[in-house]
């Protein structure tokens, strides 16, 4: 079963707004990752943030995390037609040596020109 | 092009057949990752190997094996296949054992008939 849960699984919106996507976990982790995937594709990683941190910023993304809620969220600014894809958290709780991504299930994002 | 090639591309077999899906990481990266993304099950981890030698595994069925090899390519074998094993799978590289970045590939699009 996955580890993350995302929502809202499907987002669509208008180009030049602001899009947020959550991601919720069960269990502690040493980092938490996004990465996109654009249909059928591989995944693209876009940020990475530590389990220490609370937010992290990259160009137009921005992540917060929130270990005690055990949940974190991505807000996509200016959105682009480009930006239309599924957006995934994973995190990544194994010992030092070893890494194993949980993914959630994705947000589809689709922004409308 | 994240340097992280898979083949082939498609692959189209028969229920109790076995496959081999091919991952040549990137230049240098030590680590390889597999998942299987399908409809129902999400993108899970597979297994995970560093320089040859199986560092984590996820969830992977006994009827499915990997290698990695000195060359650092690594292969995913599926034997005695299933309809429920038709899915997108996925190789993953990166430099080193621990944390961090992902680069993947663009996957093998396995149809089991």
């Known amino acids: 079963s996955q580890q993350g849960e995302e929502d809202p699984q499907a987002l669509s919106i208008q180009e030049g707004e602001n899009a947020t996507m959550n991601c919720s976990y069960k269990?502690?982790?040493?980092?938490l990752q996004w990465y996109r995937q654009n249909s059928g594709r591989g995944l693209v990683h876009l940020i990475l943030?530590?389990?220490?941190?609370r937010e992290k910023h990259s160009g137009r993304l921005r992540v917060t995390l929130d270990t005690s809620k055990k949940s974190s969220s991505l807000l996509i600014t200016a959105s682009r037609a480009a930006d239309t894809a599924s957006y995934f958290c994973a995190t990544d709780g194994a010992k030092e040596g070893a890494q194993k991504l949980v993914f959630g299930q994705g947000t589809r994002l689709t922004i409308n020109p | 092009d994240s340097g992280v090639t898979q083949t082939p591309k498609h692959l189209i077999t028969a229920t109790g057949q076995r496959v081999t899906l091919r991952c040549s990481p990137r230049s240098g990266d030590l680590s390889v990752y597999w998942y299987q993304q399908s409809l129902d099950q999400g993108l899970q981890f597979l297994i995970q190997y560093y320089n040859g030698e199986e560092r984590a595994k996820g969830n992977i069925l006994e009827r499915f094996s990997a290698q990695q090899f000195p060359d650092l390519h690594s292969e995913l074998n599926l034997s005695s296949l299933e309809l429920g094993d038709s899915a997108l799978y996925f190789c993953a590289s990166k430099p080193g054992q621990g944390a961090g970045e992902q680069f993947f590939g663009p996957g093998t699009r396995l149809t089991v008939l």
């Open positions: 269990t502690s982790i040493n980092n």
């Open positions: 943030i530590r389990s220490n941190e």
